[in-house]
């Protein structure tokens, strides 16, 4: 499997963006890139995923690097709630049902 | 509610029993997951399923057995338990790729199991 790098913390104010870098320098043609994050005692959650468009929904915004070997996740305004580790995650768009591979993610920090 | 469940949130047994871990979704989703999350590994797939009556290992199945005799149920039986299965255990699930597209996995809130 392809792998990603992440920095292992990060930090932030509230209300400010945070911007979120992962490199995949050996990603495939058809893997896919996500995101999810895990709140404090709580199961992993999805935040969104792209192929090679950028790409928004309610939670954030995925800019994908023109040749894809770095994707950067985007919260237009942190709150205390975004604190979490933040997982980016290549998955094979041919494999039905495929396995998620989980590193050790960024550590996100808001401060008040 | 619709969603994943997984029971109990907490449990704490001896070595050599044997614990069954639960995981209920209402979605009808075909694909289920079972994960286990140790600090410094990260999370790590056990076992998954396809559909009913069809599983298959994951990355650290050794010493689990799974079933799936009902879409909506699958769980995760240790059959002796040892100390180094004391780790948090997540169960997802999701629907199979569309097309190209991949659908997202829905975790449940764990359990938090602890061998003596």
């Known amino acids: 499997d392809a792998k990603t790098t992440q920095p292992n913390s990060m930090e932030s104010n509230e209300e400010e963006p945070v911007h979120l870098p992962c490199n995949h320098s050996?990603?495939?043609?058809?893997?896919?890139i996500h995101w999810y994050r895990q709140l404090p005692s709580q199961g992993p959650e999805y935040v969104i995923h792209?192929?090679?468009s950028n790409v928004n929904n309610r939670m954030a915004s995925l800019a994908i690097a023109e040749d894809r070997k770095s994707s950067t996740l985007i919260l237009h305004r942190a709150t205390l709630r975004d604190a979490a580790v933040y997982y980016c995650?290549?998955?094979?768009?041919?494999?039905?049902?495929?396995?998620?591979?989980f590193g050790e993610g960024t550590q996100l920090t808001v401060n008040p | 509610d619709a969603g994943i469940t997984q029971s109990p949130r907490y449990k704490i047994t001896e070595t050599g029993r044997q614990v069954t871990l639960m995981c209920h979704q209402t979605?009808?989703?075909?694909?289920m997951f079972w994960y286990r999350q140790d600090l410094g590994h990260g999370l790590r797939l056990i076992y998954y399923?396809?559909?009913?009556?069809?599983?298959d290992k994951g990355e650290v199945p050794d010493g689990y057995v799974v079933s799936r005799s009902k879409t909506e149920n699958f769980p995760l039986t240790l059959e002796s338990a040892t100390r180094s299965q004391t780790s948090v255990y997540f169960c997802?699930?999701?629907?199979?790729?569309?097309?190209?597209?991949?659908?997202?996995?829905?975790f449940g809130d764990g359990t938090r199991l602890s061998i003596l």
């Open positions: 997802a699930s999701s629907e199979p790729r569309t097309g190209f597209s991949n659908q997202p996995q829905h």
């Open positions: 399923s396809a559909a009913a009556d069809i599983t």
């Open positions: 995650i290549l998955r094979d768009g041919e494999t039905s049902g495929s396995r998620l591979t």
């Open positions: 979605w009808s989703h075909s694909y």
């Open positions: 792209g192929l090679t």
């Open positions: 050996t990603i495939s043609g058809t893997d896919y």
